[in-house]
């Protein structure tokens, strides 16, 4: 009896990665996923802490696109090995910060690394790409790229727009019938839902712009502004975390407030209190501000009249706030709320 063709599927948790694992699976074909872990993935952050997003499902995607699945799905934490990626991408960034291509082309070469072929037995890669609906790393010129430059060749299929593309082995070799797979095109979702639908499926993820912080206009100003007012195109994890999340508000170079816009950001931003200058009003209610920086006594006085200006003192002629440093060491601050105008549009990141 011949030996089972096993085939790894890289799983965004969105709707293409789901159909292309599926579409093999129909054809007999073993499958297991992998999933990079880079901290820039929006599903699992902003929707579990933002009221606006209370109606979205609180999951990881990819767990969930497994479960649909029937397979396993290795998880990986690649958030060190990606700086490289971001910080130095040969193939440079798409319209923001968000390095696709090389991103791809990392995720493809990854899985090889992991011993998925080699050692695992399996026999080629799955994943969900079609051609002309990513501008920067999917296009047909760029899929022989990151075929190439990640070492997979021939052995890496895209089962949504195969019939667009030379043959790769898994069709030579009759592990895979060309004729159902499919040629897939463009950005019009409307055959990757038809596709869902005829296997069965009522649910799925809906990325707008894809599920990376990367590729949001205002995430990648924030990533920005952190690089140039720390004079280092670095990060750590609490960084890229931190700006997904609040008001960020820079008066000047050396120092930025981060403040909570509802209850379920205040809370997240508590668990950040021991590493800066931590702002509460005690007058009134209002939200939790966060100094990012070097603050001197006059910067934190500025810090609290803006907070007040955000807290329901805001009209009234003082307002009291509570800084408290990393050690513990609190003092109370009597401030005038900033007036509106004072605010400038340029100090918001």
Same mark, same amino acid.
């Given at each position: ?19 292309? =694992?599926? %579409? %093999? ?38 767990l969930w696109v497994a479960e649909q699945l029937g397979i396993k799905l290795h998880i990986i934490d690649v958030i060190d090995e990606y700086k490289d990626v971001l @910080? ?21 070469k990854k899985t090889l690394a992991w011993g998925f072929m080699e050692e695992r037995g399996f026999d080629f890669i799955v994943t969900g790409e079609v051609i002309g ?23 890496? @299929? ?17 592990? %895979? ?17 038809? @596709? ?11 990325? =707008? ?15 920005? #502004? ?7 195109? #670095?990060?750590?994890? #609490? ?12 008066? =000047? ?45 006059? #910067? ?21 706030? %509570? ?9 109370? @601050? ?16």
């Open positions: 009896m011949a030996e089972q063709i096993k085939a790894v599927a890289l799983i965004s948790g969105g709707l293409d990665s789901m159909l292309a =694992a599926k %579409v %093999v699976m129909q054809q007999g074909v073993y499958v297991e996923g992998i999933n990079f872990y880079t901290g820039f993935c929006v599903e699992g952050h902003t929707h579990a802490i933002r009221a606006k997003d209370r109606a979205k499902p609180k999951r990881n995607n990819a @910080l130095n991408p040969k193939h440079g960034y798409g319209k923001h910060l968000n390095p696709c291509l090389d991103c791809k082309i990392f995720m493809v609906q990513r501008p920067k790393s999917q296009r047909k010129e760029t899929m022989p790229v990151i075929a190439r430059e990640s070492g997979a060749d021939d052995r890496l @299929l895209r089962p949504l727009c195969a019939k667009n593309l030379p043959p790769t082995l898994p069709e030579r070799e009759g592990w %895979v019938q060309r004729e159902a797979l499919f040629d897939f095109h463009g950005r019009n979702r409307k055959p990757q839902i038809e @596709l869902a639908q005829s296997f069965g499926f009522t649910d799925w993820a809906q990325p =707008a712009g894809g599920c990376c912080f990367l590729t949001d206009e205002h995430y990648a100003q924030k990533l920005s #502004d952190l690089w140039r007012t720390r004079g280092s195109r #670095d990060y750590e994890l #609490d960084d890229i975390m931190l700006l997904k999340v609040g008001r960020h508000i820079r008066p =000047a170079p050396h120092f930025k407030l981060i403040v909570g816009r509802e209850e379920g950001e205040n809370q997240y931003l508590e668990g950040y209190r021991k590493q800066f200058v931590a702002l509460r009003p005690l007058s009134h209610k209002g939200p939790l501000c966060l100094i990012d920086g070097t603050p001197s006594a006059a #910067d934190i006085e500025l810090a609290a009249r803006v907070l007040a200006r955000y807290s329901q003192g805001r009209s009234a002629d003082h307002v009291t706030i %509570v800084a408290e440093e990393p050690n513990g060491v609190a003092r109370d @601050l009597e401030v005038v709320p900033l007036p509106p105008m004072e605010i400038p549009t340029a100090w918001h990141v």
